[in-house]
């Protein structure tokens, strides 16, 4: 079954830092990684998307990485501004048959003043 | 910008009625999904449509769940004979091409079921 662990599970962090957070996933065949932030009460916003053959993609002052071989992603964000507070979700889609998207849990952002 | 527009933002539904959740996609998108979010709970796709036809749905849509678009602008959610644990966010997306291009959310409809 195509599972998907996000960490830290809530993260708090003061206004100007960066932060980095992680996914792990077992999608397989896989075709892309999504990452969305989602506001509390709001769908979800798309950040990066990146297919099994890109290592990086950035968005502004978000960069998701992506290791394909070990199936692990990264979303780090620089500079980090009280509006970036949101629940950040990671995303593999299947390939090769099924191509229904898998979402994580999320990590919760919050950035203090 | 343009967006993903759903009606009605809450809806309340006794339990064994059934219920239409409406979105009106981006106009020149051509893919059409819907998510379900249980209120704490990670997001979980329902179905996908494309060409007036679906092109992918989840173990959760079953026979009590349909989906159409019975106009150039609507994309409907139908459930048949709600449950309640059928009671959550429901999303509708739409995007420009298939499932590599990013997809835009509405804001969702919160579903009660009583």
């Known amino acids: 079954k195509n599972q998907v662990e996000q960490s830290p599970q809530s993260l708090i962090i003061l206004e100007g830092k960066n932060c980095t957070l992680q996914?792990?996933?077992?999608?397989?065949?896989?075709?892309?990684l999504r990452w969305y932030k989602q506001d509390t009460g709001r769908g979800p916003v798309s950040l990066t998307i990146m297919t099994f053959s890109e290592n990086t993609k950035s968005n502004g002052r978000y960069t998701a990485t992506l290791d394909a071989d070990t199936k692990q992603s990264s979303l780090h964000i620089t500079a980090s501004q009280l509006s970036d507070s949101a629940s950040y979700i990671c995303v593999p889609q299947g390939a090769g048959g099924s191509y229904i998207p898998t979402f994580g849990r999320g990590t919760s952002l919050i950035v203090h003043p | 910008e343009p967006e993903v527009t759903q009606t009605p933002s809450h809806q309340v539904t006794q339990m064994g009625q059934e219920v239409i959740l409406r979105c009106v996609p981006i106009?020149?998108?051509?893919?059409f999904y819907w998510y379900r979010q249980i209120l704490g709970q990670k997001v979980e796709f329902l179905v996908s449509f494309y060409n007036n036809e679906i092109s992918e749905k989840s173990e959760i849509f079953d026979d009590q769940f349909s989906v159409e678009r019975p106009d150039g602008s609507n994309f409907t959610l139908k459930i048949r004979s709600t449950k309640l644990e059928d009671s959550a966010m429901y999303f509708c997306a739409s995007s420009v091409e298939g499932m590599s291009q990013p997809q835009h959310f509405g804001d969702g409809t919160r579903l009660s079921i009583l």
């Open positions: 106009s020149n998108h051509l893919y």
């Open positions: 996914c792990n996933y077992t999608v397989s065949p896989f075709s892309n």
